[in-house]
Structures are given as C-alpha cells and as structure tokens.
C-alpha cells in the first residue's frame, strides 16, 4: 500500500518536474528584467538606501511589510492565546537546570551577550547601508535575549507586558508610515521630500529599521518563551 | 477620497490593536464604532467613484506602477465590500450579544476584516499572497479558538492544507514576475496577449487555479472545509462558509480575468470540477447526522453550484455564479447563526435528538425556515433567483441541467432532514432573549427576501445586468420547487430515514493529511496536463 503510494508520489511529481524544467528553458528569452533593472538605476537615488533590499521593503514595497511585520504579531498573538491555560502561569520561570548546564557555556554566554547584541543593532541600524535591516536585525538581538536565561535561570518574563510593546511598536510603524500622507500627498514611503539629501532620507530609514527590529525582536521572545514553557 | 481603500484596511486593524491593548469590557465596543465608520466610508466611495472605476486606481508611495504596490476597484471588488461589511455587522452583534465577548475574539476578528478587505481591493500578485497568508493564520486561530482537542486538530489541518495552496500561488507569481517584469494585476493584463501562449504562463496558471482550488474548496480538496466550518465557533463558522471561502471564488474571478486574453478554454474543466464538488457535498451531507456538519456539506455542493456558474461563457449564467456568490453568503450565515443559538440552547448537534424548536423559539425557527427555503431555491426567495438564472443558462445541455436537477434534489432532501428539529412539543424553556441576535438574524432573513424579490433594480443598479426575464409568479416555477420537494421527501422517507449501508459508511469516510495531499499533486498534475500538455 505505501510503496505503491510512494510509487504514484513520485510519478505525479516528476510530471510536475519535466513541465517545470521545460518552462524553465522558456525563461533564456523570456526573462523580463524590468523591475530588476528598475531598482539598479533609481534605488539609491529615490528611497536613499545604498541596500537595495531595504529601498524595496522599506519605501517600494512597504505595504508588505507592515503584513510581513503582522504576520508575525498574529502568529506571537495566536501562541500566546492558544498556550495559555492559566493567568498565574503566565509570568512563569524559565527552568534550565542551572546544575546540567556546564559552567563553560554560562561563563561564554556572558561574553557572547554584549557582543550579540551590538551585533543585532548594528544591522539593525546599518540596514539601509549594508545587508542587512530590521528582521534580520531583530533575529539576532532575540538570539542575544535568548543567552540571557542560560546565565541565569531564574529569570522571570512579564510575557503580557512585551505583547502590548509589541502592539504599540506595530501601531507606531503604521502611523510613521503614514507620516508620508502629510509630507508628500502619499501613503507608504518616505516622508522626506523626493529631492532631499541621503542622509536626510536615512532618518526615516534607520527610524523604521529600529522600529520593525524591536517589533522582530519581542516577537521572537515571545515566542520562544511561551514554547519553552510548554515544554516544561 | 481616493485612500478610502486604505482607511478600510488600516482602521479595523487599529481598532483591533486598540481592543487588545486595553483589555477592557468598554472598549470592546470601540468594534463597533469601527465597523460604523468603515460602513460609511464604503458607502461614500461607492457614490464618489461609482461609474468612474478607472479613477480608483493610485500607487502606494506614487511609485511607477510597474514598481510599487496599487490597489483599485470595480463594482465586482466593491459590491463584495459590501457583503463584507454587512456580514462583519451580523456577526459582530451575534457574539456582542453572547455576553462573553472575549477582547483576543474581538482583536482577531477585526484583524481579519482589515485583511479581508486587502484581499479584495489590491491590484498586486503579491500584496495578494501576503494578505492570503494573514487571512490563513487569522482563520486557524479563530477554528482553534476555543482550545478544544478536535477544534485544534482541524485548525491545524486548515493551515496545513492552506499553505500548500498558498505556496503553489506563490510559486506561480513568481513565474509571472520572471515573465512580465511586474506583478501588478492591470499591467500583466494588458500584457497578456504577449505572453500567453507561453508554456511559462500556462503552468503559471495552473499552480495559480491549483492554490485557487483549495482555497475555495473544489472536488479533490474539500476535506478541510467540513472539518474546520464543522467544529468552530457558530459565528465564525458563519463568516467562514458565508464570506471567507468566498474569497478563493474572487481570487478565481480576479485571475480570470487577468487572464482573459489568453483565451484558455477552462470552462468545461471547471464545470466538471464544480459539478463534481456539488454532487460530491451534498451525497455527504445526506450522510450527516451533525447538523453544523450538514451545513458545511452543503458550502461545499453550493460552491460546486458557483463554480458551474462562474465558468460559463454565457454571460448570464457567469452573473449567476458572481450573484450566488452572494445570495449563499447570506443563507448560509443565516442558518449558520440560527442552528448556534439552537445548539447553544439544546446542547448537542445531533439532528435526530432535538425535537421542538418551533415551540420553544418560533422567531428564530421562523428565520431557520428563510434560510432553508431559500438555500432549497424556493420562489420568492434570493437562492431562487441565481439558481434560476443558471438553470435558464444551461438549460439547452442535456447532462448539465439535470446534473443541476439532481444537486437541487439533494439539497431539498437534506433540508427536509433538517427540518425535523422544528416538529414535536416544547421539551424546554428559552428563557432569554437576545434581542442583537435576533436582530442580526432578522435582518439576514429580511436581506434574503428583499434580494430575492427585488431583484431587478439591485442588480441593474450595481452590475448594470437585466434580470427581467426571471419571472417568479409563473405556475411552472412553483411546480418545480414542489416536484423538487415532493421528489426528495419521498428520497428522505424511503432511504436516508433508514440509514442503511452505504450511508454510515459515507459518513464515517475520511481523507487522512498525507492522502490529501497526495490528492492535492494529483489535481496539479490533471490540470498540467489539461492546460500546458494538451
């Protein structure tokens, strides 16, 4: 039964396979590289950002992103409601043995931290210069937090506390998004004039990255924290 | 006046934001100032840019709209606005008036409206897709809301199912991307006549309708639909069978008509497939004792009955899919809220173990009774009207109308089982009175009636099509719903009364993951070699 299964399995997806590889060889002349083109030439000099990446989900695309940032709020919303049994669990401990945890990694942990955290600003900040932004950003800067309960155990987390940062932070892109509306008659972009400066244009850019990567970063804590205690 | 559009996304979002922040009984109701603001603002974009939909067309940040991210309208978009903005109305003052109203509910649930009407307004493949994804994540938070073992388990199935349809969209758009350069919707269907005799499109296609496919719940790919519409709360499963499916059925129109220079010949595949789905739904709903159950069976045979519509290349029959679309989002949401109350009175969900609702509640039996005359296509009601228009569409082809024939025959014969519940004496008192629900329900069933009489202003005035050639005092019309019913009372009597083989066995069928998506590939594949090989 299941072989004959997997037989059928992969009879379909080879089908599927041979049409995609043969629609693949179309591409050599179809491929239209107008958007690809688009952003070359104008990026850096419309949306400020040397980081064409960043000039695409901070200014072009940013409509995107605010659902890219709420996908995530939803997700972080929906574990926290769904995990949730009890008022009084909710403010609970985190509980890595401290005894199985070898001394080596505690005393690392507490080198590595500053130096993650640095690391997380840093492309964070730098988003629209190097590779780099907000959610990549605020991936590490939670990798950093989440060293934290490896030096110390005890550590306790007001999850309620940080889900409603996290709404504000959302609420705060949205509206700094919206600045543009009254700067330049448009919704979504920078709300610098067309013609101002790169380094006037950045002040919006560097705002948002922080806003989106502290947004990434409490998400992810969030997350992780209330897996870790249903672990438990 | 032209970010309308926006403000109908962003503020249901922000106000959901707002609830969740405060957790406070007060401020739930802010819900509700929302919902009145969005209304009147829809409303007011309606007039400002009815007749002139060329002008609703504007791009975020005023970027070259090949670059940037556009929205626009046309009456299709907006008139489902419309629906969307009533439905939220019902549903919202359904579960104000149940008291608990829980502010994660709340938040959820205007998120979702927000998402929804980004759904429908946005003129770009990927906004799409983003928005498809949020919807799928909201949609398995509401069917798991309540944290029971089988609401979760059919929670997560839907989000599994979902994001495989999900991502063979997103595959096709990236074909379409690598192609024309662009994602906007306008541009690639200007573009089309190009392009569309290119393997690389037609294979597009196909992974779009295939993602389309699930979504909407067609043939090979239901099995999430009566799991998920079964279990949930009776609000949600209300806005889910009445608006949310729907959604997939819009994106099939939308896509469609992108691509519609490129002249596919689709129609007989998918009226194979929707007849197919509508044979398939109601042999399982005849099966069903669970009355939510039976319910959602017959979203699935009633999207087979969309679908049919929806791809004809007659006219009237296609605006007798798009006006189905409707009418059975305000039946189903009507029968779908009155068996919630029933439910939530008797206990159980069983069919055959609630006896005596038209004693113990005559007003909201009394809108039961609209709702399923008007599912069955009872004359003066709306299911009436778009039935009949499909029936006078196809009524030239042998085999569709009495595949057709067939569907409606069922239909009455499983409403007929329903309507069991209403017989027999007072076995309990009702002793509250809810009055929002009542009212919701009212106005559902009055919204019904008017579609269904009134019928030729409406639809000349929001689709400019002429329906005066559907009359409904004609002996003949009445004739046939009777022959119908008469005709599945004696099917009720003489053979699912006795629930013999194989009815138990029908209902006790069921597709584990793995085999559906095995199904899923396979529908791929059929359709691969429909659109791209032959």
Known sequence: ?232 | MIFIPVYLVIIPIFASLVIYIFKNKHMNYLALLAQAVVTVLAIVYYQHFSGNFEATMFVFGGWDDRIGISMSNDALSLSFVFLTVFTWWMVLLYTFDKGNTNHNFIFFLLFLEGVFFGILMTNDLFNMFVFLELAAILVTILIAFNKAGNSFRAGIYYLLVNTAGVLTFLIGIILIYFTFGTININVITNLMPLYGDELIIKFAYVLLMSGIAVKSALFPVFTWLPHAHGVAQSAISALLSGLIVKGGLYLFIRINQMYAAANYDYYAFFFVLGALTAIVGVMFALSQKDMKQILAYHTVSQIGIMMMGLSSQDVNVYYGGVLHIFNHALFKSLLFLGAGVIIKVYRTKKVNEIRGVFKTMPWVSIFMIVGMLSITGAPLFNGFISKSIIKYGIQDSGIKYWTLFIINIGTATSFIKMSQIFFGPQSLSYPMQRKLQNFALMSIAFGCIILGNFYIPINQGFFGIDLSYIHIFEFAKFFDYFLTLAIGYLFYYFIISKDKPPIPNIRNFSISFEASNIIFIALIVVMTIYFVLL
């Open chain 1, 1 to 232: 039964m299941s072989v004959s299964k997997n037989i059928i399995l992969f009879a379909l997806l080879s089908v599927l396979l041979i049409v995609f590889m043969l629609a693949m060889q179309d591409l050599d002349v179809l491929y239209n590289s107008y958007g690809r083109d688009y952003y070359l030439l104008y990026g850096l000099e419309e949306t400020g950002s040397r980081n064409l990446v960043s000039a695409i989900y901070l200014d072009y695309r940013l409509f995107d992103s605010l659902f890219e940032a709420g996908i995530l709020l939803i997700a972080v919303s929906g574990i926290i409601w769904i995990s949730k049994h009890d008022i009084e669990e909710k403010n609970a401990k985190f509980m890595i043995d401290k005894y199985k945890t070898p001394d080596l990694f505690v005393t690392f942990s507490r080198l590595v931290y500053p130096l993650m955290l640095t690391f997380g600003f840093y492309v964070i900040i730098n988003g629209h210069l190097s590779p780099g932004g907000g959610f990549q950003g605020g991936a590490i800067v939670a990798t950093a937090i989440l060293i934290l309960y490896y030096i110390d155990s005890e550590r306790e987390t007001n999850i309620g506390l940080i889900v409603t940062i996290e709404k504000y932070i959302f609420m705060t892109i949205i509206v700094l998004a919206s600045i543009s509306l009254f700067t330049r008659g448009t919704f979504f972009t920078n709300f610098m004039p067309l013609d101002a400066s790169l380094q006037m244009k950045s002040i919006y850019l560097v705002l948002l990255n922080l806003l989106i990567g502290f947004k990434v970063a409490l998400g992810l804590w969030t997350i992780f924290t209330a897996f870790l205690k249903e672990g438990r």
